[in-house]
């Protein structure tokens, strides 16, 4: 959820001042620089390329699930552990996640002239030959997975820049 907010800080800065002393948050967000395929496609690539840009006009980070850490830190959080997480496959639901995500942003796409409806169409018709493949591998984004607490006598919070910085 974080990856689609123009100001995440503010909502884990809310989550913080909502959370008894020594209460718990749990995050996880993505990474989209990660994902792969096999072999090449360059349809995924540029799927991935167009979702990037996508994102990053709307104010969005679409990379955000590496600072979720620093995140958290930065708001006020301790104890703070992290995993990290990659689904992908042969077949099955992971092979449908790039095309179900590509298929809810045509609009924005071509609105913002990041691409034309002609090369959304190829786009996805060749990213869902490609799926439709026995003999390919698709993978998801990273998934960053972050926790931590509030600590027990906190009064006050870090300055936001420390999040940031």
Known sequence: ???????????????????????????EDIDYGSQFCDPPC????????LYVE????????PFIGRRLVRLLEGV????????????????????QVPMLTFSAIPNALTSSGIATSDEVGRVTAEL????????????????????GRKPVG????PSKSAATS
Do not use: N
Not at 54 to 61: E, L, N, S, V, Y
Not at 154 to 157: D, E, H, L, N, T
């Open 154 to 157: 906190a009064q006050f919070r």
């Open 76 to 95: 006020g959080f301790a104890d703070i552990d992290s995993a990290l997480a990659q689904p992908y496959g042969r077949q099955g639901d992971v092979k």
């Open 128 to 147: 869902d030959a490609f799926a439709a493949r026995p003999d390919t591998t698709i993978s998801c984004p990273r998934v960053f997975q972050a926790g």
């Open 42 to 49: 360059p349809a995924f690539d540029r799927y991935a390329e």
């Open 1 to 27: 959820m974080l990856t689609h907010l123009a100001d995440p800080e503010r909502l884990l800065e809310r989550a913080w001042e909502a959370l008894l002393p020594g209460g718990a948050i749990v995050t």
């Open 54 to 61: 996508a994102a990053r006009r709307r104010g969005a980070d």
